[in-house]
């Protein structure tokens, strides 16, 4: 019974991108309130059952969990000097809610154990529907019309925003890795997935998920190369696969269209206008961070900060709000310390995974892909705006932890 | 479990408690934005409850607007200038400076033109690429005869990523002012503006050129003409027609249609001469180079037994793409 309340707790969170705004303007409100009453139940949950677990040593020995702490930390000394108290106060609020994610599903996970139950039960069909929402959808499009990027928003599906469920479904993708150890039989439906999922990123256009995707691969394929050869088969099986996702889709589309890879990758230059205001967001970041190393707006004040930069390209009221680079913007709210806190935290989730190849292949490769493509995505996006994207983060650091400390592949 | 970790959990929970409270009063204030945003985007400000709307925290919208000039702007709409004076005059921080704006409203309402200057100019000057804050630092110069510093803004922001819509304000402002000391320079901008910003098709802006231009007065007699001369057309009164298509663009000269309509109507008339006078004084900068033009000059000649010149404009018409001059260039001219 105690495991079964675990599994579904865990359920709910990881199911918070289909948790509607419930007549918010941005549900980002909506999906904050939702983490807090599930964070209230899991820690109601853990007073009521008998654990032997030591919660305090947990902690420190969960250096990612420990990191987010420090950066949580050095966030909320930014409170002292903030331009605008109310907006860091609410952003502070939102990373310590994401923080309590973080620590409690690690607690859930470190309670179950088996790793085999929760990717069966809860993530696989998860990714089922991620991935079976946007296919729908595209055949509706393309039963009526000729599929062109004009449509690529509309295969959103279940986030607000194409990007969000193109860097979701790439993410979770790399979890086939540890489903495909456990589930040996399904290698085929695997294979398949991830040649479905390659062409929904195709035709969603998602510039970065594309990317995110080929670079993971590469550094997997040159880690599994140097540490772990034997397994090199289903990694080349994978490659295969997103290699004919691509191709078939980009045949499908044809290179005249706008949504293929050759016109979306080729657009990325100067002349794009998402390319050129991400350079110009970026080079604004950048002095900003240069003029103010250690002390910056505020945490969550660059909203408002960076109107000042951005003045003569405000024609209505369309406020460039996100900087697109997540580690450039916590260095312009709460200064270079903050900014590489935060980048730490990928760099050791990162590390901890690498050394765990020789031990447990498939689930370090599969959260180093998931880790990679938030990385990337936090480069060229703001995942951490978005409570989706972190609970990713929270299950990514809480599975890191698992691997960590147990041997699943012997 | 130990104490330590029971004290660890009990502090979560306190802590999450308070966490939900907060984002709860977040969400409330993301629920009013909803039908704020709907109420700005479509003027219908038909919020209820903005008497109780949060304004503290959040204090900013998810838009970065202060959430104390949406309050202002429902009590403006109400006409209660003072109490929206009041809220606006207690923003501290407003880095859109929307309230400047909005003071400058209110302050043009009650008629203290001083402090409306100094509200619009500091809104303009915070962000000049938008078309409101122009607005009113345009009305703030111009009621205080400020007219140099008007001509002088086209200098300090008019480039490539000026929005057509900006353009139509200032030209509409400087319009206003034309006078015998500025008229040339005034013409000589919007010649360059008209000829920069074709691309955008501004029908309120191309209006407000050819008026600086060609003279109000002239391009609605041009406009006038040519509604008349259709009529005419109509009514087949082909000479009446050709002649108020000429009045049509000696008013205005950068219209095409009304050369085209003209050498039509004289064609119908039987005055050839005409038709290939017209064509003769059409300036090559707005001829649409379709091969229509050059047709009707070709078939005019035809009727004047003149089948030189008549095959010389058949097969010009034919290099711009006029399908319909081919039979008759055959027929005529290769056999």
């Known amino acids: 019974m105690k495991n079964k309340i675990n599994y579904f707790l865990i359920l709910l969170y990881l199911i918070i991108g289909f948790v509607p705004n419930i007549g918010a303007i941005d549900r980002i409100a909506t999906h904050f309130i939702y983490l807090n009453i599930l964070s209230i139940f899991s820690i109601l949950f853990f007073l009521t059952t008998k654990s032997k677990e030591m919660i305090s040593f947990g902690i420190y020995k969960n250096k990612p969990l420990f990191i987010f702490i420090l950066f949580t930390l050095w966030a909320t000394i930014s409170l002292f000097y903030s331009i605008n108290l109310s907006e860091s106060l609410i952003s502070l609020i939102r990373i310590l809610s994401i923080l309590l994610v973080i620590f409690l599903m690690g607690l859930h996970f470190k309670q179950i154990k088996d790793l085999k139950l929760i990717l069966a039960l809860i993530l696989f069909p998860i990714f089922l529907i991620e991935i079976l929402m946007p296919v729908l959808k595209f055949l509706q499009i393309a039963s009526n019309t000729e599929f062109s990027f004009k449509y690529a928003n509309d295969l959103k599906t279940f986030t607000p925003n194409k990007n969000i469920t193109a860097a979701i479904i790439t993410a979770h993708m790399g979890f086939i890795f540890i489903l495909r150890f456990y589930f040996k039989k399904l290698e085929p439906l695997f294979i398949l997935l991830i040649f479905i999922g390659t062409g929904i990123i195709v035709f969603i256009s998602a510039r970065s998920s594309m990317i995110g995707l080929i670079l993971s691969l590469l550094l997997v394929y040159i880690l599994t190369y140097l540490k772990k050869r034997e397994n090199i088969i289903f990694l080349n099986k994978v490659c295969l696969a997103v290699i004919l996702g691509f191709f078939a889709s980009n045949l499908y589309l044809g290179n005249s269209n706008t949504a293929s890879t050759q016109n979306r990758l080729t657009s990325i230059n100067t002349e794009d206008t998402s390319t050129s205001e991400r350079i110009r967001f970026y080079t604004h970041g950048i002095k900003h961070i240069l003029n103010n190393p250690i002390k910056g707006v505020g945490l969550g004040n660059w909203k408002t900060k960076g109107i000042e930069y951005n003045k003569n390209y405000i024609p209505a009221y369309v406020v460039p709000y996100h900087l697109h680079n997540d580690f450039l913007q916590f260095g312009t709210e709460i200064g270079i310390i903050g900014m590489f806190l935060y980048a730490f935290l990928f760099l050791v989730i990162l590390i901890i995974n690498i050394k765990r190849i020789d031990s447990n292949y498939y689930l370090s490769i599969s959260l180093i892909i998931a880790i990679s493509i938030l990385f990337i995505d936090s480069n060229l996006n703001f995942p951490n705006s978005r409570p989706m994207m972190m609970v990713l983060l929270a299950f990514i650091i809480a599975l890191t932890e698992l691997n960590r400390t147990n041997e699943f592949e012997k | ?335």
């Open chain 2, 1 to 335: 479990m130990s104490l330590k970790s029971k004290v660890i959990l009990f502090i979560s929970l306190i802590l999450t408690t308070v966490l939900g409270i907060l984002n709860l009063r977040v969400y409330n204030s993301y629920v009013d934005q909803y039908q704020i945003l709907v109420d700005f985007n479509n003027k219908t400000w038909g919020f209820k409850n903005f008497e109780n709307m949060e304004v503290d925290f959040p204090n900013f919208t998810v838009t970065s607007m202060h959430l104390k000039c949406i309050k202002a702007r429902y009590l403006m709409k109400d006409k209660k200038y003072v109490e929206a004076l009041d809220i606006l005059n207690s923003i501290e921080y407003d880095p859109l400076k929307l309230s400047e704006v909005q003071k400058a409203e209110a302050y043009l309402t009650t008629g203290d033109i001083p402090k409306m200057f100094d509200s619009a100019k500091l809104g303009f000057e915070s962000l000049p690429r938008n078309q409101a804050h122009l607005i009113y630092y345009l009305k703030a110069l111009s009621l205080s005869s400020m007219n140099s510093e008007i001509l002088d803004l086209y200098i300090k922001y008019v480039d490539k990523d000026t929005s057509d819509k900006w353009l139509y304000f200032y030209f509409t402002a400087v319009f206003g002012i034309m006078d015998e000391t500025n008229s040339d320079l005034i013409k000589r901008r919007a010649k360059d503006t008209y000829h920069s910003y074709k691309e955008f098709n501004n029908k309120e802006l191309n209006t407000v050129i050819y008026y600086i231009l060609y003279g109000k007065k002239n391009y609605k007699e041009s406009l006038a003409s040519s509604t008349e001369a259709s009529e005419m057309f109509a009514k087949n009164d082909f000479i009446g027609a050709a002649n108020n298509y000429k009045k049509a663009f000696e008013n205005f000269p950068i219209n095409p249609d009304n050369y085209y309509n003209n050498m039509a109507s004289s064609f119908k008339s039987n005055n050839f001469l005409d038709v290939i006078e017209t064509y003769r004084i059409i300036p090559d900068s707005i001829n649409p180079n379709n091969g229509k033009f050059e047709f009707l000059v070709a078939k005019a000649y035809l009727k004047k037994e003149d089948s030189i010149n008549s095959c010389k404009f058949f097969k010009e018409s034919i290099r711009l793409n006029f399908k319909l001059a081919e039979s008759y260039y055959i027929n005529l001219c290769e056999k």
